[in-house]
């Protein structure tokens, strides 16, 4: 078995072990399924539309970084690769993922290697970096709305998590300022070229109002999807709970341990929704119905790759040769 099959296994082993451990030990499971059986379709489809929007948001993101970074891809091109990206991540299980395929098609596309990768590296890295202002924004109103334990686990994961995401952005900044004598090294002067963009996207107030701002409402409309599927499966929530609660469980869904989210995305909205004093079945419900959702939504850019003509096999090995080598020139 190859190192990248082993991955696999065991991103299939996290997902089925952690579902496994909250239908176990946390979950009412036959209430979970009540609670699903008796959803109202409506609201399903509204969220459903919701986050075929966001693909939007999301291409809008990622051309504001890639225009700040002397890229540009446009918008129709930018919405074609996110949309294939976000099928290979959720509907087709690899060892590459869509970020990865997202370089692979920009690259292809006309961008250079260093603004394909970088591109997609800085456009995580605002959908990361907008956490901070955004969920202090709403945190007095969510505040008011939780118990003081509730609150004090809100902000002692706040505060750690905006020192390392300035801490962060402030080594990509300087990380051009290597010593002379290793840029013979392909991997630093890729890290010199993503140091600069970094400076462009992030220094530049009218490049990161922009990316900054595709990326606020890009939380702001999947806290709404949620808001929607959440009084769709009757559960009493408000928009601000999920605007708070969800960028946070999203950021822990997007540790790579897992296939698409599974299982540790359960895990999480168990938790952070139990603060607000949903239960678990109806948090694992809840949970359990986006991930079905965000698969669904995820088949159009299938079908955009599969009349593209290009075979699988020859995707994922371009795919993971070009996210080898992050930052490169070219």
């Known amino acids: 078995m190859s190192k990248k099959q082993l991955a696999l296994v065991l991103k299939f082993g996290v997902s089925a072990v952690l579902i496994w451990y909250l239908l176990s030990y946390k979950v009412d499971l036959d209430a979970a399924k009540a609670r699903l059986l008796e959803v109202d379709f409506n609201m399903v489809l509204v969220a459903a539309a919701l986050l075929l929007l966001q693909a939007a948001v999301c291409a809008m993101r990622w051309g504001a970084v890639l225009d700040a970074i002397r890229a540009p891809l446009g918008f129709i091109r930018a919405l074609k690769i996110f949309l294939i990206g976000s099928f290979f991540n959720q509907a087709l299980p690899s060892s590459v993922g869509g970020d990865a395929v997202r370089v692979y098609k920009a690259y292809h596309g006309g961008l250079s290697l260093s603004g394909a990768v970088n591109g997609v590296m800085l456009e995580r890295a605002a959908t990361v970096v907008v956490i901070v202002p955004l969920v202090a924004a709403f945190m007095p109103i969510f505040l008011g709305r939780v118990d003081d334990q509730a609150g004090a686990w809100i902000i002692s994961t706040l505060i750690p998590f905006a020192l390392a995401a300035i801490g962060g952005l402030a080594l990509l900044m300087v990380l051009d300022r290597l010593p002379e004598r290793l840029m013979r090294w392909r991997v630093i002067r890729g890290l010199s070229y993503l140091a600069t963009d970094t400076r462009r996207l992030f220094l530049a107030p009218r490049h990161a109002a922009k990316a900054l701002g595709w990326a606020a409402i890009g939380h702001a409309n999947v806290a709404l999807a949620i808001l929607v599927l959440a009084r769709g499966l009757g559960i009493d929530v408000a928009w601000i709970d999920c605007l708070v609660l969800m960028p946070l469980v999203l ?20 938790f952070a929704f139990g603060l607000i004093g949903v239960s678990e079945h109806s948090a694992f419900a809840l949970s359990f119905l986006f991930g079905l959702l965000v698969i669904a939504v995820s088949l159009p850019g299938g079908l955009i790759w599969l009349l593209s003509g290009e075979k699988r096999s020859d995707v994922l090995k371009e795919s993971e040769a070009l996210s080898g080598e992050p930052g490169a020139g070219g």
Do not use: C, F, K, Q
């Open 251 to 270: 950021l822990v869904t997007t540790v790579p341990v897992s296939i698409g989210g599974w299982g540790v995305r359960e895990g999480a909205m168990v």
